[in-house]
């Protein structure tokens, strides 16, 4: 519609605007220059947040999951646990599930922990660094998981 206004694309007494196909163009192309300019890189950062924050593939991460635990018979309980404990924290907390409880409360190596932790960290669903915290995209995969895959830690 700016473009309409600039361009007096109007009734003569300017009591309607009229927009037309060359100003919705316009529009499209000037909002297209500034979100991929070099300076700004919108378009980047709005590609990065994505992946970091919204959940779009929910049945495929399941599947990765459910074949990570089908391999190591146990590895299932010590997901469904970590996987509850990471619940419990808010993703912008100072609060951290920490390598060595979890070593500690499960009695396994860190390297077992690693392992079994890996699809998490692969799909952005936890943040591994001095300790590890929920994404908002585990919150959301958390609410897929009781609406479609309640089965998955039972």
């Known amino acids: 519609m700016a473009a309409a206004v600039i361009d007096l694309s109007s009734s003569d007494d300017f009591e309607t605007i009229t927009v037309k196909e060359k100003h919705v163009l316009f529009m499209e192309e000037e909002l297209d220059t500034w979100y991929s300019a070099g300076n700004c890189q919108l378009d980047a950062h709005a590609s990065q947040y994505e992946k970091e924050n919204v959940l779009s593939d929910e049945a495929v991460i399941c ?9 190591v018979e146990e590895r299932k309980e010590r997901l469904a646990f970590i996987f509850e404990e990471l619940m419990r ?3 912008d907390s100072k609060e951290k599930l920490s390598q060595a409880y979890l070593k500690d409360y499960l009695g396994v190596s860190r390297m077992t922990i690693f392992d079994d932790i890996q699809p998490l960290i692969a799909n952005r669903l936890m943040i591994s660094s001095r300790g590890y915290l929920p994404t908002t995209k585990l919150i959301q995969f958390n609410h897929y998981l009781r609406e479609q895959r309640i089965d ?3």
């Open 63 to 71: 599947e990765r999951l459910v074949s990570h635990i089908k391999q």
């Open 152 to 154: 998955l830690f039972l």
């Open 89 to 91: 924290l808010k993703p």
